[in-house]
């Protein structure tokens, strides 16, 4: 562990401006600085080592220009440059140093993340991890918001019931691959769409759904759909948006439900794509938009019903680890443009 008042590099990715249409790796560079490893008599900040740093699809809206957008700015800023990292985004961090009694020297916690190796929290509001038989890098996924996500999206807003029919699109995400092992426990019928036929391999062989396709080799989605699901669809899981929701609700069954977890084909569109929504009326269907921050209080409830499988193997769960900060663009790259297979995580330290 470093010792107090030393002081080290700190390497930040920097984001150069807000980004149209579809960012590029040059959108992006490394900057090293220093930061001292020390607090200040009577702050009540912590210093933490980032681990861990999660990606998720929805940090693509956070490059973009936000004066369209309802959702208010949440970027933090170095100086006049911008840093790469939002409240959304999920840090596994190591406590460095601390003079709040909250957290101490040599917890580990999770929550937002500043991209960079060392990060100073002066009003820290971070969630504390208490199971550590688990790999850490959980925490950024599976056991962080987006485990919450798919609890909170499947269980409090799909309502299952045994028996259903589920579809679960952008099924090799963490969001996505969850939903469709609580769909399998819970004794329901789930058919997932990805993106590649090595996604397509992966959740028919390691964890063993239904059925799974890959949509862009569909030239007809309404077809596909009938083709897995001739009695029609009772949940949709809805993380693509587009051409997909527009078939899926074609075949919906009356008082389907779907939950409206994002819309990944959207984030790099100027103007939103047109969805014929009438099916909602004539079917009585029931669509729901959420976020995991407003199922927050369920997180102890969560965590007693997924560790359990977790631990006995009945949950598998799939990373895709990039190495250093140097590689952090890169990779979030591959995540807009599918090439990750399972979690996206970068690895900022394992120590």
Not at 117 to 130: A, F, R
Request: charged share 25%; glycine share 8%.
């Amino acid at each position: 562990m470093a010792s107090v008042r030393k002081e080290v590099s700190n390497k930040q990715l920097i984001l150069r401006d807000y980004v149209t249409g579809s960012p590029k790796e040059s959108d992006m560079y490394v900057k090293t600085s220093t930061i001292k490893l020390e607090i200040p008599n009577g702050s009540k900040a912590v210093l933490l080592k980032n681990l861990y740093l999660s990606y998720d699809p929805v940090m693509r809206i956070e490059l973009k220009i936000r004066s369209s957008l309802p959702i208010p700015l949440s970027r933090h800023y170095l100086g006049t440059e911008r840093l790469f990292g939002w409240p959304i985004s999920v840090t596994q961090f190591s406590v460095l140093v601390s003079r709040h009694l909250d957290y101490k020297e040599g917890d580990f916690v999770w929550g937002p993340a500043i991209w960079e190796e060392y990060s100073l929290v002066k009003e820290p509001n971070l969630t504390k991890i208490h199971h550590t038989d688990v790999p850490l890098s959980y925490y950024t996924g599976i056991l962080s918001y987006p485990g919450i996500t798919a609890y909170a999206g499947f269980y409090e807003i799909c309502s299952p019931k045994k028996g259903e029919y589920v579809l679960v699109s952008s099924a090799s995400g963490t969001v996505a691959q969850l939903v469709g092992q609580f769909t399998k426990l819970m004794g329901c019928y789930v058919v997932e769409s990805a993106g590649s036929q090595q996604k397509v391999d992966l959740l028919k062989n390691k964890f063993w759904f239904d059925e799974a396709f890959n949509y862009k080799e569909e030239c007809d989605l309404n077809a596909a759909l009938k083709r897995y699901f001739p009695n029609g669809i009772d949940i949709y899981f809805e993380n693509v948006g587009g051409k997909m929701l527009d078939a899926v609700l074609l075949n919906m069954r009356d008082h389907g439900r779907i939950a409206g977890c994002g819309m990944t084909s959207t984030y790099n569109l100027d103007e939103p794509e047109r969805i014929n929504l009438m099916f909602i009326i004539y079917k009585r269907i029931r669509m729901e938009g959420f976020s995991a921050i407003e199922y927050f209080h369920l997180y102890p409830k969560f965590l007693d019903h997924i560790l359990p499988y977790i631990r006995e193997s009945k949950i598998v769960y799939v990373e895709d680890l990039a190495e250093g900060l140097e590689n952090g663009a890169a990779a979030l790259l591959g995540l807009f443009s599918g090439c990750n297979v399972g979690k996206q995580v970068l690895v900022v330290s394992r120590e």
